[in-house]
């Protein structure tokens, strides 16, 4: 679709910055959901930013909750907007109490429902509601051209899913007109799915009319006229956009589908969120972060390059600051500040790096103190595995995700959907069997 739709200074984009992330644990033991790293030197809550920021929307609104230092300190240390930009702005909206309310978020719709105030102090004609931890490129202008030609006082953005996936998500029914007529919630019976079909005549307009078996699934983003939101937000007792808003509006048919046909990751999971970190060292990976008309923006942290000496590297993303002596790289991610030892070996895995470079100094503490430095030892072999900020593994550790149960606990890792993760600055001591 050609992008027409130019008033921007009309819309106010909101990014919900999660809640607890339980089923992303442990790399949300102390951190939001949007503040995990991602390929090796973002954030998650970089994808809805950047994306905002190349479809003209600048005026953002970021509201956080759920251990939101580093997701604070991230998003401040990273965007600024210069007097070029006097409009512009990221704004910070953490829960709070107040006099009238003592309560927390209690749902996406609840948290923007407490903001209201803070958002009527900006003229806007729209909101855009954005998830702060999904994977994904989408030219936001096309959705918010499609919703004000419509005429559909809330527009959902949609992806085609198949039987299987539909199961788990919430499916939308439209018409011919693209007017949403049924909402179901992870329909999980098969007659159910059948009557949630695409019309053929919607199917047929579609690039790949073949991908998805004709299951639209919601993907947690919503474009609202103003007016239409603090209505439906007056009802106190509706505290979620997707169990409660959308649903109620969708009865008054007043929801349209915007169809949505690229790459989309909703990284709820450890293995989701594994498989779409080890996707982008393919050659020609599902998200490009290499597209230069629509950069993802993070923080610049002028490291130096990696330095790398007599290594075996294949289809790996290395970040900036690392230094790798006589390793083994296979189709891993490497995180900024990594320290891999000589004779250790990756396979297939997430290292997220480190937050500080170890001074001299806390290097000789370290061997005084029988503790592994932050990094992989030297000769340690980890295939199958995340491994969280600030680790230390030892010389000669073996960590491997094959014959684990699916979930499991230990005191220095946990496994997580068949994937061993290495906990932010766990220790792993010398000679460990994982």
């Known amino acids: 679709m050609t992008s027409k739709f130019t008033e921007f200074h009309r819309v106010l984009a909101v990014i919900m910055g999660g809640g607890a992330g339980t089923r992303l644990f442990p790399l949300t ?8 790293p991602l390929a090796g030197k973002y954030r998650l809550v970089d994808i809805p930013i950047s994306l905002c ?7 953002i609104f970021l509201l956080t909750q759920y251990l939101s230092s580093s997701l604070h300190r991230h998003v401040q240390q990273s965007y600024r907007f210069d007097d070029y930009e006097p409009r512009g ?5 953490a829960a709070t109490q107040t006099r009238d309310k003592f309560s927390w978020y209690q749902g996406t719709a609840d948290a923007v429902r407490q903001n209201l105030g803070h958002l009527n102090n900006h003229p806007h004609d729209l909101i855009l509601i954005l998830s702060g931890d999904q994977l994904y490129r989408m030219d936001y202008r096309d959705i918010l ?3 004000v030609a419509s005429g559909h ?3 959902v953005a ?3 899913v198949q039987r299987e996936a539909a199961k788990g998500f919430g499916i939308m029914q439209i018409d011919e007109t693209g007017t949403v007529v049924r909402f179901e919630e992870k329909p999980k019976d098969d007659g159910l799915l059948d009557s949630l079909r695409m019309p053929e005549s919607t199917r047929a307009t579609l690039h790949n009319p073949g991908v998805g078996e004709g299951f639209l699934a919601s993907m947690g983003i919503y474009v609202f006229n103003a007016a239409t939101l603090a209505r439906a937000l007056a009802a106190p007792d509706r505290e979620d956009f997707g169990k409660h808003i959308i649903p109620a509006l969708v009865r008054e ?3 349209g589908s915007f169809v949505y046909e690229g790459y989309w990751e909703d990284i709820g999971t450890i293995r989701a969120f594994f498989d779409a970190n080890l996707d982008l060292t393919e050659v020609v990976p599902k998200f490009n972060f290499y597209d230069q008309t629509s950069p993802i923006y993070s923080r610049a942290r002028f490291l130096p390059a990696s330095k790398i000496h007599n290594s075996r590297i294949e289809r790996a993303i290395i970040a900036d600051g690392c230094i790798i002596s006589d390793a083994e790289i296979i189709r891993s991610c490497v995180g900024v500040r990594s320290r891999i030892g000589h004779g250790a070996r990756m396979h297939n895995t997430v290292m997220m790096g480190s937050d500080y470079f170890e001074s001299a100094e806390s290097l000789a503490a370290n061997a005084q103190l029988g503790r592994p430095p932050i990094g992989i030892g030297a000769n340690s072999f980890v295939e199958g595995a995340i491994i969280d900020k600030n680790a230390r593994i030892g010389r000669d550790v073996t960590i491997r995700a094959t014959g684990k149960t699916a979930d499991m606990d230990h005191d220095f890792y946990h496994v997580r959907d068949g994937v061993v993760v290495i906990p932010k600055g766990a ?3 010398d000679g460990a069997v994982i």
């Open 29 to 36: 033991k102390e951190r939001a959901k949007p503040a995990v």
């Open 53 to 59: 920021i190349n479809s003209g929307l600048k005026r």
């Open 89 to 93: 702005f990221i704004e910070i909206l």
């Open 145 to 147: 051209a499609q919703h």
């Open 153 to 155: 006082e809330v527009t």
């Open 158 to 160: 949609t992806i085609p």
């Open 253 to 255: 048919g007043k929801v």
């Open 427 to 429: 220790v792993v001591p």
